[in-house]
Structures are given as C-alpha cells and as structure tokens.
C-alpha cells in the first residue's frame, strides 16, 4: 500500500509544486491539508493567493483523487482526526508563519504520523543560528532549528529540505553578490523546491536526516549571473558585498524585504571558511532529478517576479 503524504501550506509556492509532484510521480498517496477561511493569511511571497485561485487548484486536485481535509490549523480536536492515516506531514508554511507548525506537531505525535517534514527550504538553520550577527532572518533560523528538536521530542521521524537560494528573489538590480562570487552555492526555485520533496521522501537516506538540495542548479553567483546575462544579451548590473558590507545594509533596515534579503547576506558571508552552506544532495542520491531549465527560469519566474518586485517597490515610493 502507497504511503499517504499530507501537504500543509499546499496552495503557497513550494506547497502547490509539491501536491502537483506526488500526482505526477505516483509512489505516495497525497492529501492536502486546508485552514478553515477566516484564519491568518501569510506569505514568503510577493503576494498573497487570492480565495478563488486556492480553490481552482482544491478541484483540480480533487478530480485526480486527492483528499482535501479542511480543519482549524490551531485546533487540536480538528487536527488530530485529521492527520490520522498520514504517513509523512511535509509541511510548506511561508516563512513568517513558522510557529504556525507547533500545534501540527503535536497533533502529527497524536494521530501517530510516521514523519514531519518542517518548512525549511533556505540555508542550513542548524548551521546559522550559531552565526555570530544576530539578524531576524538568524532570528527565523534559530526557530526553525528548534522545531527540530521539537519534532524529536515528539518521537517522530524528521527530513530536512535545506534548498540554498530561491533565485527569483536575488536578482533585483543591482544585484547584491553573497561575496567574491566565485563559490558554487545551491540554488533552487520554488517550483523545484515543491518538486523534489516528493523525491527525496522517497530516497531511504532521507529518514532522519538533512539532505540539501540544489533543485534548480548548483552554480556560483558568477556562473547564475552568466547564465542570466547570456538570456537579457545584455550586462547585469551588480555589487560584490562582503559581511561588512551586509550588515551595514541590513542596519540601514529600508524595507522588510530588503531586511530579510540583507540579513541572507550577512548569514551567508559570515560563513566560515571551509563550511560550504549548502550542497547538492540530490546530484548524489537523485541523479535522474532535473530542475528548470536556465531559459525557462529566466523567463517564467526570474524576470516576471523581477518585474513584480519593481512595481511593488514603484508602488510604494510612490505612495
Ligand atoms: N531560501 C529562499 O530564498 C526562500 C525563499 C522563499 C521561501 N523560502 C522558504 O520556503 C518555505 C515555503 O515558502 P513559500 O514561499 O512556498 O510559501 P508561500 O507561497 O508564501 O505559502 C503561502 C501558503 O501558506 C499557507 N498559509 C498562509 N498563511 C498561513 C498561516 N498563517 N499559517 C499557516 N499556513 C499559512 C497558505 O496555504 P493554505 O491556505 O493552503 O494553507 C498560503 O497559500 C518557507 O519556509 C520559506 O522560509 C525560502
């Protein structure tokens, strides 16, 4: 019999992605996890989904056999009933509703999940927290390390998606370089984060284990920068920012995106020597995995959610 996978979080980006993956690849039986309307609504994104575009995408997989379990996500006398029959609970809350993940815990521990799949996606957490700069995005990371231990303490299984950089949200002009640029780092859209959590569920050596990815590519800034200026045919302009130089950005503190963005930077260049940050799980263990092709990333989520950022920030100057 196929393991159940429920999805929380199904209708953001990774979330979609990933129900649309276990439909495609067909090993897992996937269910996906609805909040009551009515409760907070949060994003990692730009904006948030509108009500109608979350339930086009309830019917779409409604029609292809996927339970929809609607529930209260604060309420242990909904949750529980809810996850029981789950095998493995991936969870893809946006990064400012991490703490909404406690009360699924405890309720997976409940309704006997097997394994808890935390909404990771970005760096190491377990290495960041001990950065030296406190930032809120160190903040978010020492969170999302505790919810590890959490899951642990609860007896449950865990898988750790570590997924490097989403490049669509790194390639505002001038780009803002993580260092000299020249050391490969993990890159994964969206998409491809959704995309591949089915495949590495399905890899036996991710049972208790952090298997970072770099769904999309595994490249330095300087390659990803060729790749893009080879689709513009033309030069992309760029700041090459040391540690110093991000976290005097990131006290300057103009905007949340920027706080978040620069605080990534100062995260990743106070990255000691030696200790690579991300990896390429999946080059090892998922050799047959392919993410988006260059172009099409470019031309389907880059330059698009460039363009989007640019009128959000256009918005607001004008304001
Ligand atoms: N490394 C990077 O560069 C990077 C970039 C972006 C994101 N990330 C990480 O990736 C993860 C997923 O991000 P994402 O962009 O895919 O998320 P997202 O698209 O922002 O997720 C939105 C979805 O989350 C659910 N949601 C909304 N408010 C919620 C709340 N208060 N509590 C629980 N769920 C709520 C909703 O789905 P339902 O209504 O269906 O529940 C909503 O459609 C996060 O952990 C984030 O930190 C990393």
Known sequence: MKKTITVFGAT????????????????????VLVRKSGQEEKTSGLAQKAADEKQR???RWTRRGVEIREVNATEQTDLIPALKGTDY??????????????????????????R??????????????????????????????????VIELAGLDWTIIPAGLWPEYYMLEPVCVHGDGKQKVSW?????????????????A?????????????????????ARERFLGRRVDRLYMDST???????????????????????????????????????MHLPDFR?????????????????????GVAAVVGS
């Open 116 to 149: 808890f799949v935390p909404s990771e996606f970005g760096f190491i957490y377990e290495w960041e927290q001990f950065w030296p700069t406190d930032t809120s995005h160190r903040q978010m990371a020492r969170q999302k390390a505790f919810i590890r231990r």
């Open 245 to 283: 130089t991000f976290r005097a950005a990131y006290a300057q503190n103009s905007s949340p995106l920027t706080e978040v963005l620069m605080g990534i930077g100062v995260a990743a260049t106070e990255c000691p020597e030696g200790m690579p940050l991300w990896a390429n799980w999946n080059a």
């Open 291 to 311: 993410g988006m092709e260059l172009d099409v990333l470019f031309r389907d989520v880059v330059e698009p959610f460039v363009a989007a950022t640019m009128a």
């Open 89 to 114: 609970l991936v969870s893809c809350v946006p990064y400012s509703a991490t703490e909404s993940q406690y009360p699924l815990i405890w309720a997976a521990k409940e309704a006997g999940v097997e």
């Open 206 to 226: 991710s049972r208790n284990a952090i298997c970072p990815v770099a769904a999309t590519a595994y490249l330095s800034w300087d390659e990803m920068l060729a």
């Open 57 to 59: 995408l309830y019917d």
């Open 12 to 31: 953001g980006t990774a979330g979609s992605a990933c129900v649309d993956e276990l439909l495609l690849q067909g090993v897992f039986q996937p269910r």
């Open 188 to 204: 994964s859209t969206g998409k491809d984060v959704g995309r591949i959590i089915p495949h590495v569920l399905a890899h036996p």
